[in-house]
């Protein structure tokens, strides 16, 4: 079965940097697209980035655009988020999710459990 | 960027009963649309994609409709187990927006 297993997260300090993985298995990780999705303490969901299948393509929100990149590492099945110049409104779970369709950018049909990024002073 | 806003942000429902939630998009997200089910302490959950297709696993009681800014989830004959937040998501345009989010509450 699918499962995605995210890890790196903790309490930082503003300004400083921090790498969020995500190792998946049960599934061909290299056929499919996968997103990071982040939701703050008590909020909604938002989409922060996705990467394609072969890591040619990379999308992030525009809130995020420059401070955050994505990355995925097929031989190990991981995906990456190193997330830079860490502000008070990065503070959220941050999930990884597969797309639900092959060679795409789409929907997310599984999650994982997400990981916690405090960023504090 | 397509904005995505849901109605209502809380709907009470009685078990047994009908549950109707709706999201309008910002411009045309075509039948890019998917719909999240989200419990206290859980991630989210996928029920609908591609606006009327159940996921695996998802109970026909869960269903979609609407195609280009209107969208539609209805539950119908609530379970206990339903009550929760639910999200819609459009992929039709980068970047991908989520709705804020509906609140079904027991009644």
């Known amino acids: 079965q699918v499962q995605l297993v995210e890890s790196g997260g903790g309490v930082v300090q503003p300004g400083r940097s921090l790498r969020l993985s995500c190792t998946a298995s049960?599934?061909?990780?290299?056929?499919?697209?996968m997103h990071w999705v982040r939701q703050a303490p008590g909020k909604g969901l938002e989409w922060v980035a996705t990467?394609?299948?072969?890591?040619?393509?990379?999308y992030y929100a525009a809130s995020v655009e420059g401070r955050l990149t994505i990355s995925r590492d097929n031989s190990k099945k991981i995906l990456f988020l190193d997330l830079s110049s860490l502000r008070a409104e990065d503070t959220a779970l941050y999930y990884c999710?597969?797309?639900?369709?092959?060679?795409?950018?789409?929907?997310?049909?599984?999650w994982g459990q997400g990981t916690l990024v405090s960023v504090s002073s | 960027e397509i904005v995505m806003t849901q109605s209502p942000a809380t709907l009470s429902v009685s078990p047994g009963e009908t549950a109707t939630l709706s999201c309008r998009a910002s411009?045309?997200?075509?039948?890019?649309l998917a719909w999240y089910q989200q419990k206290p302490g859980q991630a989210p959950r996928l029920l609908i994609f591609a606006a009327s297709t159940r996921a695996t696993g998802i109970p026909a009681r869960f269903s979609g409709s609407g195609s280009g800014t209107e969208f539609t989830l209805t539950i119908s004959s609530l379970q206990s187990e339903d009550f929760a937040v639910y999200y819609c998501q459009q992929y039709n345009n980068w970047p991908i927006t989520f709705g804020q989010g509906t609140r079904l509450e027991i009644k």
């Open positions: 999710g597969k797309d639900g369709l092959q060679y795409s950018g789409t929907y997310t049909d599984y």
């Open positions: 411009l045309s997200a075509s039948s890019n």
């Open positions: 049960g599934f061909a990780f290299s056929s499919y697209g």
């Open positions: 990467i394609s299948y072969d890591g040619t393509k990379q």
